[in-house]
């Protein structure tokens, strides 16, 4: 990983359909997408300036070691072939290991939450009422709290620098209808488990994660996206769960919180950042120390 870090993909061989808040999407004929990852960041639905090295190749690596590890349980949207055999020659060097070739999909126009433990906007959600999303919880948890099952938390999907809003799950069914959206349910439940048993063998706490899904040309269920990597989910180290339940407070995170973490300090102009673009330049030690967790958590999945 001693590439120069890409902020933007620029290819002249495929047309480019959309850049996401991290990955560009190219048109590879009608039935196919290319998927480049780059090394964007956001943070409270704001695309940073600044690229985190590395962390492209580490969201692919890690996506493609969960789409293999559940494939049993949902089929997903790769296709098997190589990028770097669809674009140009002098092009391979922006998609090598940062890239996936995928079916195109149908989009789900909701996303799909599985939380575990109490930690975010659920724990806000619980002090208030109770409840996340409608799901009633017993009282008595704290912050970071492992809840009695897993719980299935939908959100709508948020145009580019706005934010996911999260739902309840008949409102998920008004969307896209009760046999899809309890096909869904079931089947995010059972990614969420197989992958947190696994991780946790791995020292690390999936806290809560978000899927996405599309249905294929036949109407099938299909994982898409990306799965289980620190932008989509929360991981804690494992050793320091239970000093953290007993102060009431979060276990350092793996993934983006650390960013979160300086942007909720930082100030524009003298006053606080208000969560809107442009966000504050990322100092060079806070970009690094999010590479450095970003590594730390690939290292320890794939040990």
Same mark, same amino acid.
């Given at each position: 990983?001693t590439r120069p870090p890409l902020l933007e993909s620029r290819l002249h061989s495929l047309?480019?359909?959309?850049?996401?808040?991290?990955?560009?999407?190219?048109?590879?004929?009608?039935?196919?997408?290319?998927?480049?990852?780059?090394?964007?960041?956001?943070?409270?639905?704001?695309?940073?300036?600044?690229?985190?090295?590395?962390?492209?190749?580490?969201?692919?690596?890690?996506?493609?070691?969960?789409? @293999?590890?559940?494939?049993?349980?949902?089929?997903?949207?790769?296709?098997?072939?190589?990028?770097?055999?669809?674009?140009?020659?002098?092009?391979?060097?922006?998609?090598?290991?940062?890239?996936?070739?995928?079916?195109?999909?149908?989009?789900?126009?909701?996303?799909?939450?599985?939380?575990?433990?109490?930690?975010?906007?659920?724990?806000?959600?619980?002090?208030?009422?109770?409840?996340?999303?409608?799901?009633?919880?017993?009282?008595?948890?704290?912050?970071?709290?492992?809840?009695? @099952?897993?719980?299935?938390?939908?959100?709508?999907?948020?145009? @580019?620098?706005?934010?996911?809003?999260?739902?309840?799950?008949?409102?998920?069914?008004?969307?896209?209808? @009760?046999?899809?959206?309890?096909?869904?349910?079931?089947?995010?439940?059972?990614?969420?488990?197989?992958?947190?048993?696994?991780?946790?063998?791995?020292?690390?706490?999936?806290?809560?994660?978000?899927?996405?899904?599309?249905?294929?040309?036949?109407?099938?269920?299909?994982?898409?996206?990306?799965?289980?990597?620190?932008?989509?989910s929360r991981f804690w180290p494992a050793e320091d769960y239970e000093a953290a339940l007993?102060?009431?407070?979060?276990?350092?995170?793996?993934?983006?919180?650390?960013?979160?973490?300086?942007?909720?300090?930082?100030?524009?102009?003298?006053?606080?950042?208000?969560?809107?673009?442009?966000?504050?330049?990322?100092?060079?030690?806070?970009?690094?120390?999010?590479?450095?967790?970003?590594?730390?958590?690939?290292?320890?999945?794939?040990?």
């Amino acid at each position: 990983m001693t590439r120069p870090p890409l902020l933007e993909s620029r290819l002249h061989s495929l047309p480019l359909l959309a850049r996401g808040k991290v990955r560009d999407n190219y048109a590879v004929g009608d039935d196919r997408l290319l998927m480049v990852a780059s090394d964007r960041l956001s943070a409270f639905d704001v695309v940073m300036g600044e690229p985190i090295p590395g962390k492209g190749e580490l969201l692919t690596r890690m996506a493609l070691f969960w789409f @293999a590890r559940l494939g049993h349980i949902v089929p997903n949207h790769l296709t098997g072939e190589s990028p770097e055999a669809v674009v140009a020659p002098d092009e391979r060097g922006q998609v090598a290991g940062r890239s996936m070739l995928v079916k195109r999909l149908k989009p789900l126009p909701v996303e799909a939450v599985v939380r575990g433990y109490l930690a975010g906007s659920g724990w806000k959600e619980y002090r208030e009422g109770g409840q996340v999303c409608g799901v009633p919880l017993p009282p008595g948890l704290r912050n970071a709290s492992r809840l009695p @099952a897993p719980i299935f938390t939908p959100a709508t999907k948020a145009e @580019a620098g706005d934010h996911d809003e999260n739902i309840p799950f008949e409102r998920m069914v008004e969307i896209v209808g @009760a046999p899809l959206a309890e096909k869904v349910r079931s089947v995010s439940i059972a990614l969420y488990e197989a992958a947190a048993a696994f991780a946790l063998t791995q020292g690390i706490i999936i806290a809560d994660t978000k899927f996405e899904f599309g249905l294929d040309a036949q109407g099938r269920l299909t994982l898409m996206d990306e799965v289980l990597t620190p932008d989509s989910s929360r991981f804690w180290p494992a050793e320091d769960y239970e000093a953290a339940l007993r102060e009431g407070r979060n276990p350092p995170s793996y993934d983006k919180q650390f960013v979160r973490d300086w942007l909720e300090q930082a100030t524009v102009d003298g006053r606080p950042w208000d969560k809107c673009a442009p966000a504050p330049a990322l100092p060079a030690e806070v970009i690094e120390r999010t590479a450095a967790k970003y590594r730390e958590a690939w290292q320890r999945l794939s040990a």
